[in-house]
DNA sequence: TTGAAAGCGATACCAT
DNA sequence: ATGGTATCGCTTTCAA
């Protein structure tokens, strides 16, 4: 009466099926989804319509079985931060462009969840990985010659053999700094993102190494550094309060860092920007919306996710011994920055 | 030299080839890993070295052709913000304790993108599906009895049969409202989200439900929708503004709305939470980040991406007839309501 | 233009 | 305890 009966509900019809519905073989049906034009008119048009009305689908895991192929691409991110799923966007679309599909997994930072979809593709149920990593201790390393194919994106692994669209990361941290050094600024400490990230540790390399270039002390206040955290931007910037003189600019490791320390001068009545100087990294959403709006670094995330994509897509149609691809950072000044107090 | 001709990157090699070199049937091979006890001691330990020792993965296409069930599940989200990504989140959390993997689809917003994954999963890519969706014109309805096993998030698809895990998005704008109202406002405006999202009308009735109950005319200023965007909120807040009299409250559709309007407010140098006060919807992380602080509707978005994931396992382990799990909203008193101006 | 049949790699039933 | 074999659903020679 109701209806509910209709229990079975996903049909798996098969190729055999609709040829035996039809009084012809499995093979001519499958031609008529894929080459057409090998078959009689009258015949493709009677297999179409049968293949339409009983809503037949091929079975791709069949397919994929016969073809050692899928057409479907993986995106692995660390976190879901806004961050690298810009970088998911940019494979999107590259995937379009290319009629693959994709489709994203999580680590959570678990390294050892990378292996898990690592496998995955190993297994044929994806063409590629694009590989979004920030660890430097990477147990890729160990399985270096059974990998899918695999680029990575934001940065390279390292001790692995990889292709990589990138940025340099370093020279954008050093640009963040002569922009602080070129308002006046000397005394500039550094707050930065956890210790065993190869790309914290470039963006505090790049920190370091325009404060020497400038003949400035990078070590003139404590190395502080942890998650990419507001939290760890409060705390960072409470221990610099306690300092004598008081810094009156901070790097950030990134934006949310920034953000952190933007929060404790606030809170302690210091004036951003003008007191006390703030940049950030990445360019993330909220730097442009936080009050005030933070000076960063841009880092192209979309086009990354893109780029990487085309690498991986090119490597997949055979192409070899690909180059790492660097993009270009940008310095986005808004109102955390301005030139020292006397 | 270089080592670089170690070209055959992913070796694929088969349980056939493994069962050859120990001289013993493909068979023995797959019983060493799926039901070990089955076997001789000394083959089993003989079939594990081998195993490890040539680097053989079973091709879980293969196996999934054969099983026909692949321990996958896809989360399809319509777009990337941190509000879905929560629902991810859960849905993860599930298939850990279940020993499923996930992986997220994303659709952009385009519904006909939808039909992708549920092809994908249709074609025995995934074993079902958890879908985030907020479209009420829904092309599901044409799938109708064949579509894959389907959960849906945080709300219901209108005109489909399937079970979900979701809030009562109208009690929850109800909530809001009320608490407007117990602060002693009366003129008070909404401004919701996209029309033809089930969820944005759900909270405008909300809305409406409550200011009648109170005996306010829920429409004594211009209806207001749009995007979920703080661009909505500043023109929107505009918009109220050439109204005479000016409300002296708005409850949106969202925080990112809700924050729109507090940068106009801001702008035109009215006192948010004080001559205007301000409620969003969802609490999303920025709402407690920003400044001031946003008074708004909790969504448990997490807790929705696990139940509809356990709902999604149970349905795949043989429940029938499954009801839909209402969670509850809480309302988060923050910085941007108070009592209205005399 | 179409069909028959082999094969992709794994699993599970049926023997032994 | 182990092996042989059919099978999952599809694609693609090879023949006709």
């Known amino acids: 009466m109701t209806g509910r009966s209709k229990r079975k509900l996903h049909s798996n019809i098969s190729i055999k099926e609709v040829a035996q519905s039809l009084n012809v073989s499995a093979a001519t049906v499958s031609r008529a ?11 493709r048009v009677r297999i179409l319509e049968a293949v339409e009305h009983m809503g037949y689908r091929p079975n791709l895991i069949a397919r994929g079985l016969r ?8 995106v692995v991110v660390p976190t879901l931060s806004p961050f690298f799923l810009e970088v998911f966007r940019g494979v999107e679309r590259a995937a379009r462009e290319t009629n693959y599909s994709v489709l994203m997994g ?10 898990i979809f690592i496998d995955q ?27 899918p194919p695999l680029v990575a994106a934001l940065e ?18 050093m640009d963040a700094t002569n ?24 963006r505090r390399s790049g920190f370091e190494a325009a404060m ?4 400035l002390d990078p070590n003139a206040y404590p190395r502080l550094s942890g998650d990419y ?22 790097v950030a490791g990134n934006d949310e860092i920034a953000i952190g320390v933007i929060r404790t001068l606030k809170r302690v009545g210091l004036t951003v920007g003008q007191q006390v100087s703030v940049i950030g990294f990445d360019d993330q959403r909220i730097a442009s919306l936080y009050e005030p709006a933070l000076t960063t670094v841009r880092v192209p995330t979309e086009e990354l996710g893109y780029q990487s994509a085309m690498l991986l897509i090119q490597q997949l149609a055979g192409a070899e011994q690909q180059e790492d691809l660097v993009l270009p950072t940008a310095l986005v000044i808004r109102d955390t920055t301005g030139m020292a107090p006397v």
């Open 121 to 147: 593709a190993l297994a044929q149920r994806a063409d590629g990985i694009v590989l979004v990593t920030s660890s430097s201790q990477n147990e890729l390393v160990d399985r270096q010659g059974s990998l």
């Open 212 to 215: 020497t270039a400038a003949k």
């Open 33 to 43: 989804l894929s080459r057409p034009e090998l078959l009689n008119k009258e015949t």
């Open 67 to 74: 073809l050692k192929k899928t057409q479907l691409l993986f």
């Open 156 to 173: 390279t692994i390292s001790g692995l053999q990889v292709p990589a669209a990138r940025v340099d990361h370093r020279k954008g941290s």
């Open 229 to 250: 955290s507001t939290a760890l931007g409060e705390s960072g910037m409470e221990a610099l309060l306690t300092c004598h003189p008081r810094p009156t600019a901070v």
């Open 106 to 115: 999580h680590t959570n930072r678990d390294i050892s969840r990378e292996l």
């Open 179 to 202: 922009h602080l050094i070129a308002l006046g600024h000397r005394r500039i400490a550094h707050i930065g993102g956890p210790d065993m990230q190869t790309i914290a540790q470039r």
